[in-house]
């Protein structure tokens, strides 16, 4: 099994699908951290220029803001949750002053993380699917899939080793995207910003996700958390590409129907929010890393654990399908 | 030898409602050619691909070394190696790192066996060229090759000539004809070509429309029973043979032809030259696989 396995990984590195996504990948991830960084510079020169001052005072920014909320947080009428928040913000407003770090400034947490939130939808699927969408189709349409099958080994083993294969390229994949984020941000923006703390509604408790009261965590804790998503996401998104190359013969036409699946629920998702079909379809649960960042719901009744219960149930039908399908083919090509 | 290395019995199979093959059987023995022959569409891949395991019988059974192939499946193709429908490997790597995955498949095909493949099909100088750059010739050896690494008992090829020039058509007949005599390997050859099936097989197995019509060894196949004699004075010939044979034969020109059971021959052409014939030829006339291949299988249309 172990040898099935690395065979599998070995085609998919000599099909150099992974120095392709990681140009991409490159491309990508420089462009928008340049982006960023230009942007902030140029706020900086605006706010300079308006204000007339000659360096830009975050400090004084930052300590105005801290006395209102301190303010606020004073006042006996607010309800006890919003204090609660209220007060995580001001703890979180004193580390930046004690530590001299402007809030704003572009960091390398910050980038990876927004990456992965923006990504999540459509990028990262996408390249799941460079990855994913030729692991059995290609088999068939260059032929290949005789001489594979015709070795002493079940077919369910072949399959297993493809999709054991592909979880671990996906696993990769998402570390490569976490690295490289992170890694070329840096080079624009010079700052880690891991240890800055950030204002969450989400808490690890006890294994479950709790979303019940704002916590302050250090921005590393948060990027684990939100590429533990992007993982879980991936590795759906794998299974599901998988039952498409299965069922298809051409690896253009799994990561054609890939698309249009992406890019057709997030339709669905824009048109027809109230209808209650659209909650059940996994391209509506994909954006998991949202539901950390507010009271996020795409449809009406929906939440974390809905899509991550969704989610689960495409991956494990799109597994079981592409195994009994897979077995049971003839193959004629 | 008298085992089977491959015994199909009843073999059929529907695609798309459709009666394809209509119940096949054979037997194969250790160390023996049988070529499979049949007009294109006349079910000789479907059947190797079901031999192979590539698609499920609709009804009957396979067995390779005594293992179902069903029931068995490792078991059995543990001993079986083959080329369907030409040589398709990865092109994207060399020639020698797609043995290696292959043979990796198998339990235990070690570096040795794969060398002595590449030896056998004389591919060692253009091993590790990456696949793309292949000529259809070295595809074709590859192919082969990966037939053999994990030292299969029965071989399967199907059509593996199409694409070949002459020399290389030779040469893999040579080949194969080799692993069949020295290893004892049995080889089951499909093919449209009559002279390739006659040059290599033992035996042959007509297949027509999904059932076999003929199967039999070569010789028996191409034995007329005609004996056509060249001598001096035919006509007192005929009349021999006609009084102390009880046979009729015709005159032809010069020739005399007769329909002779084989065993009786000796025993004629001693009384013949006994009575002082002078003999200048002889033949047990053979008629052409091809006569016989189309004669068998005109009728049909596809």
Redesign the interface.
Known sequence: MI??I??EV??ML???KMPLILGLLLIFVSLLSYGQNYAYERNIEQFEAESGTAAFNWEGLTTQRLSELEERSQNEFIPEEVRASIDREIEQLNYFIENDINPVTPTAAKFNVSFAEQGIILFIPLLIAILAADLVSNEFS???I?????????RWKILLSKYIALLIMTTLLVFIIGLTTTLVSYLFFQEWGFSEPIVTGFTLFEGTLNSDSTILIPRYQYTLLIYSLVWFVSIIVASITLLISVIVDTSASAIGILMAALIGGQFLQFFLSDWELVKYFFVTNLDLTRYLTGSYQPVEGMSLNFSITILSVWAIGSIAISFIVFN?R???V | MDTSVLKVSDLQKE?QKKLIIKGVSFDIRAGEIVGFLGPNGSGKTTTL?ML?????PTAGNIEICGHSLKKE???A??N?G?I???P??????SGY?NLE??G????GVTKKDIDEAVALVGMENRIHDKVAVYSMGMKQRIGLA?ALI?KPKLLILDEPTNGLDPQGIHEFREIVKNLAREKNISVLVSSHLISEVQLMCDRVSIINDGRIIRSASIDDVLVTGEVVWILDDPKRAQSILRESFDLDPSIDGCHLRASVDSGMLSEINKTLIASGFDITYVENKKRTLEDLFLALTEKHTI
């Open positions: 040898a099935l690395r065979n070995m085609k000599w099909k150099k260059r032929k290949t005789k001489i594979l099958l015709t070795r002493a080994v079940p049971r003839d193959v004629l | 695609i691909r192979v395991g590539l698609s499920k499946f490792v078991k193709m543990a079986v083959c369907i429908e030409g398709d490997l990865y092109d994207y790597m790192r995955l292959l990796s498949m198998s339990k990966q994990h």
